[in-house]
């Protein structure tokens, strides 16, 4: 009797080699902020430090909000394959530079090449999760891309930051790169899919700038209240990429530095900055593969609204924590709560979201979301460095917290009571 297999081999073709080279990203979260020095990165330019750490890890996601469709146009003109193989090797360069490389324009070259990397690679998982394999194995297939390139990250904190501690930053990027290798490897063996061509209308420059288009994407039919109700998930979910994903990821490891001894360690000399810092890091990544399902099934279990509630309370109380405590303590105990409740809010959102459009229209809402998200992402190192040059790493945690609360308020304004609704329905 043949045994079918969990995954299509295709789709393991198609993750696995972005599990490869994601690690050199990973990593330069947690080690970046605390040693930018061996990075060549100071103040030029009369700009601080602070403000080029902070560039450098954002600059990768501002670039994907162009790169996204240029991947596309790319894979209709000559198929999946090969521009994915050659932006697993653009990936795998990019982590040797971090190596290898030294200074600012350096490290900003290497960082925007990732990002566009990174969109050949995430739209080529999602492209053969469409194309190989049934509709009732779907799901699972994202959640393969998802939970892959995870793992990669997973690793990349704990271990590599851990080899980072005991080697040096050449030794430590130069495996990584070379791991990559064998992802270039893999991705030869990828379908070559070719995506259907699809000719967009021809509209006005001013139709084209309309806020709703801006925000929302263009959705005919649809009225100002449900694209409200549209835009107050959207919105959240910036928050939490924000807040959760780029501000507190990237500043982390220069926070607990503000703790740690002369031997840069904290705990009473239980851990290196960086040690620690990673294995932080590494517990966000593992709770999004572990309990992405189970809290996606809880919010199906207790409805969307409740399951938003109850994360965004314990999001916002434990960046509160963390700034009335002030303590690598409370940083330890904050952080973990902060990453579980991130995945159940995302969880629930990326449900609302798709539950609040109309079948015709989702493709362009989910589109719109996700460019969202990865607005939030770049933003947040970004802003969280310039935030504590002025007012502290404490400061960051703050102006996270409101604008995770204020958006959590639009949205119960935005979506009103549903028991209150169908009661005037009836």
């Known amino acids: 009797m043949r045994v079918k297999p969990i995954f299509p081999i295709e789709m393991v073709y198609a993750v696995s080699p972005t599990a490869t080279v994601i690690m050199g990203d990973s990593l330069m979260y947690v080690v970046l902020p605390v040693a930018a020095i061996e990075f060549g990165v100071q103040e030029q330019f009369g700009l601080a430090a602070s403000f080029w750490i902070g560039l450098a890890l954002s600059i990768n996601r501002f670039i994907r909000l162009g790169s996204n ?8 003109r000559f198929g999946v394959r090969w521009p994915f193989v050659a932006s697993i090797a653009a990936g795998a360069l990019t982590t040797l530079a971090y190596g290898l490389g030294s200074g600012i324009a350096v490290l900003l070259l290497a960082r925007a090449v990732w990002g566009v990397s ?8 999602h492209l053969t999760a469409f194309r190989v394999g049934t509709s009732a194995m779907r799901g699972r297939m994202m959640g393969m891309f998802n ?7 997973f690793v990349a904190v704990t271990a590599g930051a851990m080899v980072f501690h005991l080697t040096s930053r050449e030794v430590t990027f130069t495996v990584l790169a070379g ?11 990828v379908p070559n899919l070719r995506p259907e061509r699809i000719r967009p209308s021809v509209r006005g420059l001013r139709n084209r700038l309309n806020a709703w288009d801006l925000a929302i994407s263009r959705l005919p039919g649809y009225g100002r209240k449900l694209r409200t109700s549209l835009l107050s998930i959207s919105l959240m979910r910036f928050a939490t990429a924000f807040g959760a994903n780029g501000l507190a990821i990237a500043t982390l490891a220069p926070y607990l530095a503000g703790f740690a001894d002369e031997n840069d360690r904290v705990l009473g000399g239980s851990f290196a900055v960086v040690a620690l810092a990673g294995l932080l890091v590494g517990f966000r990544w593992l709770s999004e593969i572990s309990l992405g399902v189970p809290m996606g099934h809880l919010s199906d279990r207790v409805g969307r609204r409740l399951a938003i509630a109850c994360g965004m309370v314990a999001m916002v109380a434990s960046l509160g924590m963390m700034v009335v405590a002030d ?5 330890v105990m904050g952080m973990p709560l902060l990453f579980l409740a991130a995945v159940g809010v995302n969880t629930a959102l990326d449900a609302a979201i798709g539950e609040t459009s109309t079948s015709s229209t989702r493709a362009a809402v989910l589109g719109r979301y996700s460019t969202w998200l990865d607005l939030g992402a770049a933003l947040g190192p970004f ?3 310039l935030i504590a040059d002025r007012i502290g790493f404490d400061g960051g945690f703050l102006v996270a917290a409101a604008l995770l609360a204020g958006t959590w308020a639009f949205y119960v304004a935005a979506t009103g009571d549903p028991r209150r609704r169908q009661h005037r329905r009836q």
């Open 69 to 76: 469709a240029f991947a596309a146009s790319v894979y209709q």
């Open 118 to 125: 990174y969109s050949f690679m995430r739209l080529a998982a």
């Open 147 to 153: 939970s892959g390139q995870r793992f990669g990250s």
């Open 179 to 189: 791991v990559g290798l064998f992802g270039v490897l893999i991705a030869t063996r």
């Open 327 to 331: 303590s690598a303590v409370a940083v």
């Open 383 to 385: 802003a969280g460095f």
